[in-house]
């Protein structure tokens, strides 16, 4: 059964910190795992990765792909209260573009 | 107009009303997809359209009716429903499925009493 799983499911940190949300992933046919992050209602999309070992980076968030373990970390260095979210990992499996998500991990940056 | 819109954003049924959610995008999107997301559960993928055809349903019970008519559009027709179907309705497109960002649009969230 294809799965995802995100770790923690839940961080507390304060403004300036640098955190990792962990993604990891067992899927038949993968072909690209999504970040997203959802505030209040719809995600919104951060990123997307098909490659391993190729940061992706915007602002102070980055993200990078480990095919070989499976796995993939969202980064957020000095965070700031507006990174509070639910940050949604996503796999793509087949070309039928159906999504596998992870449980989220929310996020709180205290001031 | 931009994005993904959806109405009503919320809606309350009793568990024999007759509703329907609708989805619209502005994006020129040919593939679109009906999300369910419960408390404290991962999101939950319903149906896929692809240039107006089904092409996914995910083991959805048939109280809920997915429609199509165009690729602009897509509905949620929903009957007889029952308490534990309350979650938020998410919508979202893609230029197609073979392309793999999608954009959501803010839901509808839904209560059955």
Redesign the interface.
């Known amino acids: 059964e294809d799965k995802?799983v995100q770790s923690p499911l839940s961080l507390v940190v304060h403004e300036g910190d640098t955190v990792t949300l962990n993604c990891s992933y067992e899927v038949t046919n993968f072909?690209?795992l999504?970040w997203?992050k959802q505030e209040k209602?719809?995600?919104?999309?951060l990123f997307?990765l098909?490659s391993s070992g190729i940061e992706k980076k915007s602002g102070r968030l980055s993200s990078i792909l480990d095919k070989k373990e499976l796995f993939s970390i969202l980064n957020i260095t000095a965070t700031q209260t507006g990174d509070s979210a639910v940050y949604?990992c996503?796999v793509?499996a087949g070309?039928?573009?159906?999504?596998?998500?992870?449980?989220?991990t929310t996020l709180q940056v205290k001031p | 107009e931009t994005g993904?819109t959806q109405t009503p954003r919320h809606l309350v049924m009793g568990m024999t009303n007759k509703k329907s959610l609708k989805c619209e995008q502005h994006l020129g999107h040919n593939?679109m997809?009906w999300y369910k997301q419960s408390a404290?559960?991962?999101?939950?993928?319903m149906f896929?359209y692809?240039f107006k055809e089904q092409?996914?349903n995910?083991s959805v019970p048939s109280r809920f009716s997915p429609e199509c008519p165009n690729s602009s559009h897509l509905f949620l027709h929903l009957h007889t429903l029952q308490p534990e179907d309350s979650a938020?309705y998410?919508c979202a497109s893609?230029q197609?499925?073979?392309t793999?960002?999608?954009?959501?649009?803010?839901?509808t969230r839904l209560t059955v009493l």
């Not at chain 1, 209602?41 to 999309?45: H, R, Y």
């Not at chain 2, 404290?40 to 993928?45: G, M, N, V």
């Open positions: 995802v072909r690209s999504l997203y209602k719809a995600p919104t999309f997307m098909t949604l996503a793509e070309n039928t573009g159906k999504l596998i998500f992870g449980q989220g | 993904v593939a997809y404290k559960k991962p999101l939950e993928l896929v692809n092409t996914e995910n938020l998410l893609s197609d499925t073979r793999d960002t999608q954009y959501f649009g803010p839901g």
